[in-house]
């Protein structure tokens, strides 16, 4: 990853580098551009705040692991297994930058606002992942996969974080395990959605089909009035 010798790249090699240092309170602009060689004025080019560094790192992951997926097409497994293998090649494109991501994690923990602020690219980067992995990401389930992904994901990052085994055991039964209980959620929620779905329009459309006959009946009375001056 980070192949691409860029002034982003750079900068956001730099603050894994000084986060795996001194946690996330070390990463600064100045920090970084004493480190890397940038002004500031290149830095500000690429980022507003500290979170970007975090969004580009984020959206540098995407790229790298679905890079490495094969196409859903062209495999035998189903969605969830495929999930399964994203996430896991996921785990394996972070590694070299664990200590980093653990140091960065515990101090975002004591500040939940600022943690916040990458809630949209945690959730881009879970559309992404089932993106690649041919799930279905449309209709009124979209919304309930990606966030359902994410909550999964988070809690199984911290899973991963320490997780110091060679086969990453833990890691693995943990993200299996959530992952078959949020596909049966899933398939419930969906499934009582669809129920009700279809029972709120066993009563709709009649009522569209009168009001639209009654309309077009309207429609010839209205024109007849009008081509008939005796009636004015």
Not at 52 to 68: I, Y
Not at 186 to 207: D, H, Y
Request: proline content about 5%; some cysteine; charged content about 25%.
């Amino acid at each position: 990853m980070f192949e691409e010798f860029s002034k982003r790249n750079k900068a956001v090699r730099a603050a894994l580098e000084l986060a795996a240092e001194g946690g996330w309170s070390a990463v600064t602009f100045a920090a970084i551009a004493e480190r890397t060689g940038l002004n500031l004025a290149e830095l500000r080019r690429d980022f507003t705040c500290k979170t970007d560094l975090l969004r580009a790192f984020q959206s540098e992951v995407d790229a790298e692991v679905l890079a490495k997926a094969k196409p859903a097409g062209a495999s035998e497994q189903g969605p969830r297994d495929r999930v399964f293998d994203l996430i896991m090649t996921r785990f394996e494109v972070m590694a070299p930058y664990k200590p980093a991501l653990r140091r960065i994690s515990n101090d975002l923990c004591c500040h939940p606002a600022e943690a916040a602020q990458i809630l949209p690219s945690s959730l881009a980067s879970q559309y992404w992942m089932l993106a690649g992995a041919g799930a279905k990401l449309d209709g009124p389930g979209a919304g309930l996969r990606v966030a359902g992904l994410a909550s999964i994901y988070a809690k199984v990052f911290r899973v991963w974080l320490d997780d110091s085994s060679p086969g990453l055991d833990r890691t693995m039964a943990a993200l299996d395990r959530r992952l078959k209980a949020g596909e049966e959620w899933l398939s419930r929620v969906e499934s009582t959605c669809e129920s009700f779905c279809r029972f709120a329009c066993g009563f709709m459309p009649r009522g569209w089909k009168r009001r639209d006959a009654g309309d077009k009946a309207a429609e010839p009375a209205a024109g007849a009035a009008s081509a008939n001056p005796a009636s004015a």
